[in-house]
């Protein structure tokens, strides 16, 4: 369902917020589509994984997160964290007083209109034990098989985007995956990491002789984003501000390659514990 237009200022500011690098991806997905946006992005790197959290200690850390962009003068928060937005979403949603789009639901949605019949959700083992993917396309009417690929974020973060190594991992998570939903018609990224490895997963795909639509929620959540806007025409260049919570070299270096192109200075912000 396409959302109402806000009233919003000619440049709106839109804060993204991830753990991690990840969320990069749905940044770039939405540097095309809203002209003149002014974007500030969170990285929480000190206090990754998220996974490996509560749920009480996730909602904690992500809203103080949140907190912080719309002090920023966010007009609206996108949570570019499946974790986060599995687990953590309503909390952050009643911290907020600006309006919030999470990750699942735009990507399930993305999901419905291609399927027909059963989506096979690639995801970390902290968001496919969520089962919030499942819940969602269930709820659309779709079945649903959600596969845990713990490898694939480090390799990611290894820059093995195209390596031999990533190939045979990619292709024994499948080959499981296959196993258990032979039926499945639309693959979904339900990771922010996985972007980058869709020209890989669909090189395996066909090697596999299992031809699938390819979902990536990143760039769906990035439309979704974009519903809340009046179309914008002012032509003005959007802008982007970054701040990491830890290791801001590191957050340079690997969000280059996430973004698609060179970050611009990313600043050091102290969240506490």
Known sequence: ??????????????????????????????LPLIPGAKYIYLGDTARLPYGSKSRETIARYAVSSAKFLEEQGADLLCVACNTASALAL?????????PVVGVIQPGAEAARKESSRSVLVLATVATTQSHAYAEALTSLGLGVTEKACPLLVPLVEE???????????????????????????????????????QPLIERTLAQMNHPMTVIDS?????ARVAEHFAPNHAGNPATCRFYATDSIEKFQRLGTSFLGQPLAEVHLLDLGG
């Open 90 to 98: 309503p909390e952050i949603e009643q911290a907020l007083s600006i």
């Open 1 to 30: 369902m396409t959302a109402k237009p806000l009233i919003l200022p000619p440049n709106p500011t839109i804060g993204v917020f991830d753990s991690g690098f990840g969320g990069l991806t749905v940044l770039g997905a939405l």
């Open 159 to 197: 820059g093995w985007i195209d390596h031999h190594v990533t190939a045979e991992v990619l292709r024994i998570y499948l080959a499981e995956a296959f196993a258990e939903a032979p039926d499945a018609d639309t693959l979904l990224l339900g990771c922010t990491h996985y972007p980058l490895l």
């Open 218 to 222: 990143a760039a769906a959540t990035a």
